[in-house]
């Protein structure tokens, strides 16, 4: 009788624990699954653009690829800086202070061997200074950005810092304002005047004597000389519209778009790496930008090729050609006849293929190359407005 009368309070008893394990397991489960929904979703957030230490390629006019064009820091950090509206020689004036304090390694710690990289998760604790202009401490920058939802990745780059500098001076971050010292800077006509400028009221360095003035300002005359002549080409890749020349004759049709189509007469590939330009055998090809030749010949499927390099990650090819008028290490300028048009390779009729090629990947040339209004668009691509 007692047995079973207490049968069922067992039952309940037992129904009762499982139920609480079972969502106290799932309760225990869940944190690392909401721990890292959050940061996933501060992640997508931050890679949107939405938040504003990420660089918007879509407003960064001098942007082609989701890191700043540039063949070493010095130019990246210049390229950012005109970009966004600053003069030349303002521009100088920030790099001859960078040079100094950092050498432009964005990981540099300050009293650690020069050039060498302590990482902002290392170097978040340190009093020291740290980073492209030596924030100090250290954290006036890797905690404000951490707080914006950067990745210490991403915070060790020279994109994020810039970002983060450009900020201060216009006094958008969300700490650590230095709008006054980017005010200053922003009415400077020379390079020792944006230079001291930039010196005095931003960097704020112990030795504020004129020798120290004059050492940053020797840099920034360096990097002016080096850097305000540019040409599209060599501002390390940012080659837009109207920088550009047409690489075939103004009446030549278009006859493929870059991207998915269905293969031409079973030859041609379905995902078409560059854009088709027909003109007619032994039409003109023209170089789209200054740059040095680093391949003219024969390359099996692409046939009579030539290859123009126009910065450390920029480089257009040239294909399908009937003859070849460069040799590999000449220096082309825009416009100049490389090649005539032609058939070699894999390939239905005369035409130009032609590829840029940003990072050692294809891109979509007409996002760049205006169309003229001369030329036939039977293709139907999508181009930028016509320049
Ligand atoms: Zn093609």
Redesign the pocket.
């Given at each position: 009788m007692d047995i079973l009368k207490r049968t069922p309070k067992i039952k309940i008893f037992i129904t009762t624990t499982t139920i609480v394990v079972f969502f106290y397991l799932v309760y225990l489960l869940s944190f690392p699954l909401v721990a890292s929904a959050i940061s996933r979703q501060q992640r997508n957030t931050y890679n949107s653009g939405s938040i504003h230490y990420d660089i918007d390629i879509s407003t960064y006019t001098g942007a082609c690829i989701g890191t700043l064009p540039g063949a070493n820091n010095a130019e990246k950090v210049w390229n950012f800086f005109i970009s966004k509206g600053f003069s030349p020689e303002q521009t100088a004036g920030i790099l001859g202070n960078m040079a100094i304090e950092s050498g432009f390694e964005p990981m540099q710690l300050q009293n650690t061997r020069w050039g060498s990289k302590t990482p902002s998760s290392e170097a978040e604790s340190s009093r020291l200074g740290w980073g492209l202009v030596q924030w100090t401490p250290a954290r006036k920058v890797i905690t404000t950005l951490r707080g914006e939802g950067a990745s210490y990745d991403y915070i060790d780059t020279v994109e994020q810092q810039v970002a983060f500098l450009l900020d201060q001076l216009e006094g958008t971050a969300p700490d650590h304002n230095e709008k006054a010292a980017g005010d200053d800077l922003k009415i400077q006509t020379t390079v020792a005047g944006a230079t001291e400028s930039f010196m005095k009221e931003y960097e704020r360095p112990r030795d504020q004597s004129d020798s120290a003035v004059q050492k940053r300002v020797v840099q920034a005359e360096n990097y002016f000389n080096q850097f305000s002549g540019n040409t599209a080409g060599g501002a390390g890749g940012c080659i837009t519209a109207g920088n550009w020349t047409w690489p075939s004759t103004q009446t030549a049709t278009v006859t493929?778009c870059f991207g998915l189509r269905s293969s031409p007469g079973g030859i041609?590939?379905r995902n078409?790496r560059?854009?088709?330009i027909a003109a007619g055998m032994g039409s003109p090809v023209y170089a789209a930008a200054d740059g040095e030749v680093t391949f003219s010949g024969s390359a099996g499927d692409a046939g009579l090729m030539v290859v123009i390099k126009h910065s450390e990650i920029l480089d257009t090819r040239y294909?399908h050609n009937s003859r070849l008028l460069v040799n590999i290490g000449d220096q082309v300028t825009a416009g100049q006849r490389i090649a005539d048009e032609g058939s070699t390779g894999s390939s239905t009729g005369s035409?130009l293929?032609f590829e840029i090629k940003r990072n050692n990947e294809q891109i979509n040339p007409f996002t760049e190359l205006a169309i003229p209004d001369t030329v036939t668009n039977r293709a139907n691509c999508t181009s930028i407005a016509s320049s």
């Amino acid at each position: 009788m007692d047995i079973l009368k207490r049968t069922p309070k067992i039952k309940i008893f037992i129904t009762t624990t499982t139920i609480v394990v079972f969502f106290y397991l799932v309760y225990l489960l869940s944190f690392p699954l909401v721990a890292s929904a959050i940061s996933r979703q501060q992640r997508n957030t931050y890679n949107s653009g939405s938040i504003h230490y990420d660089i918007d390629i879509s407003t960064y006019t001098g942007a082609c690829i989701g890191t700043l064009p540039g063949a070493n820091n010095a130019e990246k950090v210049w390229n950012f800086f005109i970009s966004k509206g600053f003069s030349p020689e303002q521009t100088a004036g920030i790099l001859g202070n960078m040079a100094i304090e950092s050498g432009f390694e964005p990981m540099q710690l300050q009293n650690t061997r020069w050039g060498s990289k302590t990482p902002s998760s290392e170097a978040e604790s340190s009093r020291l200074g740290w980073g492209l202009v030596q924030w100090t401490p250290a954290r006036k920058v890797i905690t404000t950005l951490r707080g914006e939802g950067a990745s210490y990745d991403y915070i060790d780059t020279v994109e994020q810092q810039v970002a983060f500098l450009l900020d201060q001076l216009e006094g958008t971050a969300p700490d650590h304002n230095e709008k006054a010292a980017g005010d200053d800077l922003k009415i400077q006509t020379t390079v020792a005047g944006a230079t001291e400028s930039f010196m005095k009221e931003y960097e704020r360095p112990r030795d504020q004597s004129d020798s120290a003035v004059q050492k940053r300002v020797v840099q920034a005359e360096n990097y002016f000389n080096q850097f305000s002549g540019n040409t599209a080409g060599g501002a390390g890749g940012c080659i837009t519209a109207g920088n550009w020349t047409w690489p075939s004759t103004q009446t030549a049709t278009v006859t493929s778009c870059f991207g998915l189509r269905s293969s031409p007469g079973g030859i041609g590939s379905r995902n078409h790496r560059g854009v088709d330009i027909a003109a007619g055998m032994g039409s003109p090809v023209y170089a789209a930008a200054d740059g040095e030749v680093t391949f003219s010949g024969s390359a099996g499927d692409a046939g009579l090729m030539v290859v123009i390099k126009h910065s450390e990650i920029l480089d257009t090819r040239y294909l399908h050609n009937s003859r070849l008028l460069v040799n590999i290490g000449d220096q082309v300028t825009a416009g100049q006849r490389i090649a005539d048009e032609g058939s070699t390779g894999s390939s239905t009729g005369s035409h130009l293929h032609f590829e840029i090629k940003r990072n050692n990947e294809q891109i979509n040339p007409f996002t760049e190359l205006a169309i003229p209004d001369t030329v036939t668009n039977r293709a139907n691509c999508t181009s930028i407005a016509s320049s």
